[in-house]
């Protein structure tokens, strides 16, 4: 597949409210393009919903539910049984920022994975609370700077890919939008696939992260060629990685961490020391994936 197999239909019209270089509207455009006109889409309170225009007008040129900020999952798990009992087939997209995930979301979120609802559950990660200030969120990283992070956040990213994988669903992956046929690939897959399926979508944000709108997709580019941001999926418990991140298992692979940091004004307190503990925490995800992968191989 390439870019140029892709539909041609926009589902995210012209004049709407994103910012220039917004990876959110980008990461719906791309999204709604692999979906097609099937899909209905769950959002909740997130810059997804500010991007659609003040109502009653909407950029979206689907059927969209807006919802209430922690209830994402538990309106599409309840538009699934619906239409499962009306006998309608159609997809059912949540798209939600990682503050409606990685937080306020994440008991609805949990629920449905435990349940195995039918949905698609997507999560665009901007790392922040970012239209409403850009206040940390539990998938800010450690050393990022956010009006309420001055100094940086001390805490780690929370691992939420992880935490849903545990509920032992059939589909979870990652992917960036600065890599949208492997995005594009791992939605179409994930909407073949019964059950919960989750796809957590990188998306560097230059507002919150402090770097210049045409950077949005060398940003991203970075995060995963410096193994900051791993690419990979999980499909009935197996995890195999994709895209770039499939050549950079060995340290020697990966483009030094500086090269991406140093674009983004988020990280400009950082000292020496926290660079060395984010070198180790990228190493330490990398050496938890190469046992994954030995430990198949050994099966």
């Known amino acids: ?3 140029k197999d892709l539909n041609k239909e926009e589902y995210i019209l012209p004049g709407n409210s994103s910012c220039p270089g917004c990876p959110a509207s980008l990461g719906l455009r791309l999204l709604t393009k692999a ?4 899909a209905i889409l769950v959002i909740p309170a997130s810059c997804m919903t500010v991007i659609q225009g003040a109502y009653p007008h909407t950029s979206i040129k689907l059927p969209t539910l807006n919802i209430a900020f922690a209830a994402s999952a538990a309106a599409a798990s309840g538009l699934s049984a619906a239409f499962e009992i009306k006998g309608k087939s159609h997809s059912i997209v949540v798209y939600a920022g990682d503050g409606g995930t990685a937080d306020i979301g994440l008991q609805a979120l949990s629920g449905a994975a435990e349940r195995n609802e039918n949905i ?10 970012q239209n409403t ?9 450690y050393g990022a700077w956010t009006t309420t992070t001055v100094k940086g956040k001390l805490e780690q990213k929370k691992d939420v890919p992880k935490i849903v994988a545990s509920h032992n669903v059939p589909y979870v992956a990652t992917a960036s939008i600065a890599y949208p046929i492997d995005f594009i690939e791992k939605v179409r897959k994930a909407l073949k696939i019964g059950g919960f399926k989750y796809i957590h979508l990188h998306a560097p944000c230059p507002t919150g992260w402090r770097f210049p709108a ?3 997709i060398e940003v991203g580019r970075l995060a995963v ?4 941001w791993i690419l990979y999926e999980i499909e009935k418990g197996v995890l195999q990685l ?3 991140s499939k050549n950079l298992l060995e340290r020697s692979a990966r483009k030094p961490i500086q090269e991406y940091l140093k674009l983004q004004g988020r990280f400009q307190n950082l000292t020496d020391e926290m660079i060395n503990k984010i070198n180790e925490d990228i190493e330490e995800k990398w050496n938890e994936i190469k046992l994954t992968i030995k430990l198949k191989e050994n099966l």
């Open 1 to 3: 597949m390439n870019i």
């Open 35 to 38: 979906v097609g006109d099937n």
């Open 120 to 129: 698609t559950y997507v999560c665009y990660d901007n790392e922040a609370y």
């Open 133 to 141: 200030g850009i206040q940390r969120s539990s998938s800010t990283p």
């Open 214 to 216: 045409e950077k949005t």
């Open 225 to 228: 060629l410096t193994g900051a």
């Open 242 to 244: 994709t895209g770039p």
